[in-house]
């Protein structure tokens, strides 16, 4: 029997993030902070990860789809940033950076209202889900509702003097 040859990998630069991290983050379901733990320990400096949602669901365990619902919820709480199809950011606030300084400074360019450390964050979350959740259910009745007869052209044309 010959040895497998072992894969190497180059080892992670040395990051550095705030540790109360996890002070920021509402009442999301289980799968999203499942998400969001891989997700803080595959971002590049900076909060930048570049992953597939089944990368994603591949190395967490998870269905796609709950992986999808999980980033979803991310993006409700202002955490996670879609920046491009298999391209995520982390918020300046829980991301990790080369340096104390650079993380500050990436906080202190935020705006006032991009700030995750207020009073009504949980608040704020819930609102933003209540707020999907209803546009789920309008467009779903949508979808119910009985459709709309055919217009008949003939008589639209005549109507405007048309042949």
Do not use: C
Not at 20 to 49: C, D, K
Request: net charge neutral.
């Amino acid at each position: 029997m010959t040895a497998q040859p072992v894969e190497e990998h180059a080892p992670a630069p040395d990051l550095w993030f705030s540790p109360n991290v996890l002070a920021f983050v509402p009442s999301v379901p289980g799968p999203a902070l499942r998400v969001l733990l891989f997700l803080l320990g595959a971002q590049e400096a900076g909060g930048r990860i570049v992953i597939t949602q089944k990368g994603i669901a591949d190395a967490v365990g998870l269905q796609r789809s709950a992986v999808g619902l999980a980033l979803q919820h991310l993006q409700f709480a202002r955490m996670v940033t879609m920046v491009q199809r298999g391209v995520y950011m982390l918020h300046p606030q829980i991301a990790a950076f080369s340096t104390p300084v650079e993380a500050d400074e990436a906080v202190r360019r935020l705006d006032e209202d991009a700030y995750l450390d207020v009073d009504d964050f949980e608040e704020r979350y819930q609102q933003t889900v209540a707020a999907h959740q209803e546009e789920l259910a309008r467009k779903a009745q949508e979808r119910q509702a009985p459709p709309k007869p055919p217009t008949d052209l003939a008589a639209h044309r005549r109507r405007r003097g048309r042949r």
